[in-house]
């Protein structure tokens, strides 16, 4: 299978080629976006998955921010999500269970009692039709059908993605989806980010700050109890830059570390609003990460131990990613007080984040 390499592109173009293919031999697309400035995206159609992020460092210096892997095959056996686009439920649902109209839909339990990120062969795991929509900002629109059932969730659901990469250094995925029954969508991008770099080690010497005054507390298999508490005097204040070593330890969970629901301050919005930063000491590099959505997951690589070797083979420990996942609340089909993620016929759900890069 041919292997990731960094790819000279012309400024503002995509490039496609194949890049392996799936367990049925249907071929696997890979498309480069590259902006102006230089900042290159690697997108393959196996997952809508981003399999490289090239953004430049304070000394100008192209660095690879994302985890995952040089060649496609892992993506489908070991990744934890790597990259992936998610659906139909991003985050978990409690005992794989919601009711909906009266009707009571069991799904997989992929994540011990729970259903997490769309099941056993979520859109993570499904081939998407790619189109270029636009080589001047370079932007790539991944579609699929979900069938009726897919899954166990009900409706034919029309879902695409369009990732766009600007000249302000920012990835911006639009989502749409449509249903022909009533459902629940719930989408989002699981980028594994590290600022110093893909394989560089912990990101516990990283700074963040989350522009949320509440969080959805959860029990003990990470679901929320369906309290929405305030963050303040908790070790889940983040409202100001905080180094994410300094907090870690505090928060709990088994194994430690954050894997929690922000209630954002600014929502509904009218349009994508700050929701979070992440800056790196080491490397100058500063990520803004803005949504429309109401929550964002933010999640520190607690389950990556050391058993997985990605780019370059470098051993991916604990702690040594953080991934930033906008989206409706986990759960919320079975929590009445959470924003609704129902979707009925005649409705469009769209939604749009962007991930903004620079440096200080």
């Known amino acids: 299978m041919p292997k990731l390499h960094a790819q000279a592109a012309r400024p503002d173009s995509v490039t496609a080629k194949p890049f392996g293919k799936t367990a049925d031999g249907r071929t696997i697309q890979l498309y480069t976006l ?153 989408l989002t991008n699981h980028t594994y980010f590290n600022l110093s770099g893909a394989g560089s080690g912990s990101i516990l010497g990283h700074q963040v700050r989350i522009h949320a005054s509440r969080f959805t507390p959860i029990g003990s298999t990470l679901i929320p109890t369906g309290e929405i508490k305030d963050v303040a005097g908790t070790p889940f204040d983040l409202r100001k830059w905080t180094t994410i070593g300094d907090k870690i330890r505090t928060v709990g969970g088994s194994p430690v570390g954050f894997d929690h629901n922000y209630v954002l301050n600014r929502y509904p919005v009218s349009r994508p609003a700050l929701a979070a930063e992440v800056w790196d000491p080491a490397s100058g590099r500063l990520l803004k990460v803005y949504t429309d959505q109401p929550g964002i997951q933010f999640y520190t690589g607690n389950f990556l131990d050391g058993t997985i070797k990605g780019k370059a083979g470098k051993v991916y420990r604990q702690h040594d990613a953080f991934c930033l996942e906008t989206q409706h609340f986990p759960d919320s089909p079975n929590h009445p007080n959470f924003p609704s993620t129902v979707l009925r016929p005649g409705e469009t759900f769209r939604s749009t984040t962007v991930y903004g890069f620079s440096v200080r």
């Open 34 to 186: 590259t902006n102006a400035s230089g900042m290159q995206v690697a997108l393959a159609t196996f997952g809508g998955t981003v399999i490289r992020l090239l953004t430049p460092d304070r000394a100008g210096h192209p660095g690879d921010v994302a985890l995952g892997f040089s060649t496609i095959e892992p993506y489908s056996t070991q990744s934890p999500y790597f990259g992936a686009l998610i659906g139909r439920y991003a985050n978990r649902i409690g005992k794989g269970r919601f009711t909906i109209d009266g009707k009571t839909c069991q799904l997989a339990k992929n994540n011990g009692p729970n259903s997490l990120h769309g099941g056993v062969m979520g859109f993570d795991k499904q081939l998407w039709t790619a189109e270029v929509l636009s080589q001047n900002p370079p932007a790539v629109r991944f579609s699929r059908l979900s069938p009726d059932g897919e899954e166990k969730f009900p409706g034919n659901l029309k879902v695409a993605a369009t990732y766009t990469l600007t000249n302000r250094d920012e990835l911006r995925i639009q989502y749409i989806a449509q249903t022909d029954k009533p459902t629940i969508v719930n």
